[in-house]
């Protein structure tokens, strides 16, 4: 293994400071990037541990309604914070579908955000990956590619984003709050993780030394809960990344969807906000033709980047059923390791 310096900064701002240095990484639970350091895929010669840093580990009710989220609360807090899961069920309901009980207890709210792909040529380092070393070229083109990205892919990478919390947030206008060597900045968290164009190895906005401290869930987020859902389609029912997956989020009044939020996972480099799809929908009845139209618009520009043409019509009916769920309610109880969504869950429509 790699020689690498530990560092344990006392502040934000030494955390700062020391991660500024080229060849630097932020360490916090280490669930991610301790797996990719022991594999060689990542190759620090600096870890700033975060993970001990005051007043990051907070879920804050603030005095506008936004709910501001400490980068280093834990994925299973934050699930099980109860006020949490009324206001923002279908986050919970993403979090709740990711990894084990044992990680969630352990995966931080910054490094869920942040955690790598898992396309298996980029773990893999005797395979050529332009995101592991820019410019080797990409073996999962013509490789084994069943589970990779059919929107906003490139020639040089068509890994996907593997994070389940990152969709609904991004369809709840999450807004990211970075520390950096300029001081504090804030972006939303759709402009936070890039497309890999010619550089699949620049996958965010951020620079070097930047700290996420918190993500925001902005006043409006909160009017969405009571039809709100997260579903995942995944290869076992637990313990496994989405093939693709999607947040559906509506307001519903006099029997019109005055608002709605769609996102989706496992389609592309970052969670993908379908806005046209919710354009569509916005002021329309909720009914099956209608969903069923707005999939058509969310996936318009999808295209197979291999062997996954399958995920384009799997993303279609996922998106469906999602609406088709959140129009009917939010569940009194979201299950604490959701079932597949294509077993018997409620399908009716209650507009
Ligand atoms: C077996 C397994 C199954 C999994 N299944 C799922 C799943 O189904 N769905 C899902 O969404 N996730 C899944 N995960 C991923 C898991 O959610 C992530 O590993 C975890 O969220 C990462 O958080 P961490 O605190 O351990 O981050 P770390 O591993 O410590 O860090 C990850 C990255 O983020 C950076 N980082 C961390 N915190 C900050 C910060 N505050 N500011 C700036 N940079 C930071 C680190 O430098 C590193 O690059 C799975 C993981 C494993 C190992
Ligand atoms: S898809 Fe991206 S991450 Fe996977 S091998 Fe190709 S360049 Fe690497």
Redesign the pocket.
């Known amino acids: 293994m790699k020689q690498f310096e530990y560092v344990r900064p006392a502040s934000v701002a030494e955390a700062v400071a020391a991660a500024a240095r080229p060849g630097a990484?932020?360490?916090?639970?280490?669930?991610?990037?301790?797996?990719?350091m022991k594999g060689g895929v990542?190759r620090p010669d600096r870890l700033v541990d975060?993970t001990h840093l005051d007043g990051?580990d907070r879920i804050e009710r603030l005095a506008d309604g936004s709910l501001r989220i400490g980068?280093?609360v834990s994925?299973a807090d934050l699930a099980h914070d109860a006020e949490f899961a009324r206001c923002y069920p279908a986050v919970a309901e993403?979090l709740l579908?990711?990894?084990?009980a044992q990680?969630?207890n352990?995966?931080?709210?910054?490094?869920?955000?942040?955690?790598?792909t898992r396309c298996a040529y980029f773990y893999d380092t005797a395979s050529r990956c332009n995101k592991r070393e820019a410019g080797s070229g990409c073996d999962a083109r013509g490789g084994e590619n069943r589970t990779h990205a059919v929107l906003g892919w490139s020639e040089s990478c068509i890994a996907t984003h593997?994070?389940?919390?990152?969709v609904p947030l991004v369809a709840l206008d999450a807004i990211v709050e970075i520390e950096g060597r300029a001081g504090r900045r804030e972006i939303a968290l759709d402009d936070l993780h890039r497309l890999p164009g010619e550089t699949p190895a620049r996958e965010t906005a951020?620079e070097p030394g930047?700290?996420?401290?918190a993500v925001r869930l902005p006043p409006a987020a909160r009017e969405f809960a009571a039809h709100a859902r997260y579903l995942k389609v995944?290869e076992r029912t637990s313990?496994?990344?989405?093939v693709v997956s999607a947040a559906a989020a509506l307001r519903i009044e006099n029997g019109r969807i005055r608002d709605v939020r769609l996102a989706l996972g496992g389609v592309a480099a970052r969670p993908w906000r379908a806005r046209a799809a919710e354009d569509l929908l916005k002021g329309a009845t909720p009914a099956k033709d209608v969903f069923r139209e707005a999939a058509r618009r969310a996936l318009a520009d999808a295209k197979p980047s291999g062997d996954n043409a399958f995920k384009i019509e799997l993303a279609r009916r996922i998106v469906v059923r999602a609406l088709t769920l959140a129009a009917a309610g939010t569940p009194a109880r979201i299950p604490a390791l959701p079932a597949s969504p294509l077993a018997s869950t409620s399908g009716a429509i209650h507009a």
């Open positions: 990484a932020y360490l916090a639970a280490g669930t991610n990037l301790l797996d990719l990542s975060i990051l980068a280093l994925n993403a579908s990711g990894a084990s990680l969630r352990a995966a931080t709210v910054g490094g869920n955000l942040l955690q790598r593997p994070s389940d919390f990152c951020l930047d700290l996420i401290v995944r313990y496994a990344f989405a």
